[in-house]
């Protein structure tokens, strides 16, 4: 496979973007097509990334969570339509709904609980540690007084505490839910008797050989060819800078803090296209792994969750099977079609990086397409009136951090959000593309039962418009 034009188109990125470094893999049935390592692990020292560069993986780590299910229910252990709240009985002051959230809803993020600010909670530890904590882009992180969330019980504290108003009945409303996931952890320690990290440890990192892939920092500890840690100033000149701290959410774990490698994906995901197998042991049984690749609840258009992955079942005429990630220092994506055996992954060390476009990208040399082709397109498809425009002007925030604001410049409507600027092309009455350079994704906007635009489903989450209108202007300036 040429990859010359794939490899200027990296750098490119790499560039824009001020990314010290990125492990590109891709493989096909037990070939491996391409593997590189562009930049540096560490930018000072010059140290190369390599295909066994250590780097964190934040919400790929979901999959794990929900193999791990998976693999509890082939042993009888558990169905993902019992009741949370049946091995974690706490869960039922979460709300009045509680009794009538499955594992199921927890696992396809319809459980109905909306964006909350247990994932900052969860983080207090580290960013007390951290000096450069408010440089993660996308999450505000105010100053809290409250207590750190260490422990599932702390974690279900901190949700209750909130009042929380579900987005709706479980299994109607999609949200991406961190919190979810933290109580999907707390079921595999119910019922396994381990600790999270053990239990996926003991089945699977070791059964697939992902001898490089641990939980926590101390485990890294004189390990060789471990990333450094890259933060971003806003606005700086010279905004990229080296920032040591790990982030670490115990009670989060199962929600996005696994560390591993290019090649250590790359076998991971032989599971999921080896009918289950890896290594010549047995991981999960087919049937489960099915499920896991269903298309569980439509997202968007053409787009589907299933169990820890994002599915398009359409993809240039494959399935597509995928799960990003993001945290500081880590901007990550694992996306396989299991009908070709093809597998790639994405690893970089600082947050904000478009992973999912130079993994797109990767596929579309590999399919022999251009670099750049996409399934949904990058124009709009209706028109607005300046009203129809001014519907959706406004702040919206959501309590997990996540904020956007939209605003009219001149005839066209923008938004910011994660000090990134975003052209929102109108595709349909209420649903847009917004684009951000090489990145593209659907915003939605939903209005309540009086007509009036209450809130956006963006990057995945619900979260309410909470701000006043912003005054149209053709000389508007975005934040930066």
């Not at 960013?127 to 100053?143: C, L, V």
């Not at 929380?164 to 707390?186: C, M, Q, R, T």
């Not at 002007?393 to 997990?400: A, F, I, L, Q």
Request: hydrophobic fraction near 35%.
């Amino acid at each position: 496979m040429k990859m010359t034009e794939y490899d200027n188109y990296v750098e490119k990125i790499r560039t824009e973007e001020g990314v010290p470094g990125v492990a590109v893999g891709l493989k096909e049935g037990r070939a491996r097509l391409y593997e590189r390592g562009y930049g540096y692990r560490n930018e000072e020292q010059k140290l190369p990334v390599t295909m066994d560069t250590v780097f964190g993986i934040a919400s790929i780590t979901k999959s794990f969570t929900c193999l791990a299910i998976m693999q509890l229910k082939d042993e009888g252990k558990l169905d993902v339509n019992d009741p949370v709240i049946r091995y974690i009985p706490d869960f039922a002051r979460v709300c009045a709904c509680a009794e009538d959230i499955t594992i199921h809803h927890l696992m396809t993020h319809t459980s109905g609980l909306p964006p909350l600010p247990t994932l900052i909670y969860a983080n207090i530890r580290s960013f007390e540690k951290d000096p450069d904590a408010n440089d993660y882009p996308g999450i505000d992180i105010k100053k809290t007084d409250r207590e750190p969330v260490d422990d599932y019980r702390h974690l279900i504290d901190a949700i209750t505490e909130k009042d929380v108003k579900p987005l709706g009945k479980p299994g109607e409303a999609f949200s991406y839910s961190n919190d979810g996931y933290a109580i999907l952890g707390a079921v595999i320690e119910s019922v396994s008797g381990k600790s999270y990290e053990r239990y996926v440890k003991e089945h699977i990192l070791n059964p697939a050989g992902m001898t490089r892939s641990f939980f926590t920092e101390e485990e890294l500890k004189g390990l060789d060819d471990v990333t450094e840690l890259y933060a971003k100033k806003a606005e700086a000149e010279s905004s990229v800078y080296a920032s040591p701290v790990w982030w670490d959410a115990p009670a989060m774990r199962a929600a996005g803090y696994l560390k591993s490698t290019a090649s250590d994906l790359l076998m991971y995901s032989n599971i999921y296209l080896d009918q289950g197998i890896v290594g010549g042991n047995r991981i999960v049984s087919e049937e489960s792994l099915e499920e896991m690749m269903a298309p569980h609840v439509e997202i968007e258009p053409g787009r589907y969750y299933g169990y820890g992955f994002f599915i398009t079942p359409d993809y240039f005429g494959n399935k597509l099977v995928e799960h990003g990630g993001s945290l500081k220092a880590i901007s990550s994506q694992l996306s396989m079609i299991p009908e070709k055996g093809l597998s790639g992954v994405v690893l970089t060390n600082l947050a904000g990086v478009p992973a999912s476009s130079i993994m797109n990208a990767a596929f579309n040399a590999a399919g022999g397409r251009d670099l750049q082709d996409r399934l949904h397109p990058l124009e709009g498809a209706c028109t607005l009136t300046d009203e129809e425009k001014r519907e959706y002007t406004g702040t919206y925030e959501s309590m997990e951090g996540m904020n956007l604001s939209v605003q009219v410049e001149g005839s066209s409507l923008t938004g910011v959000s994660a000090g990134k600027d975003l052209e929102l092309l109108c595709v349909e009455k209420d649903l847009f593309i917004a684009k951000s350079g090489e990145h593209s994704e659907y915003l939605r906007f939903i209005r309540d039962e009086t007509g009036r635009v209450s809130q956006v489903a963006f990057h995945y989450r619900q979260f309410p418009k909470t701000g006043a209108v912003v005054k149209e202007s053709a000389g508007l300036q975005s934040k930066k």
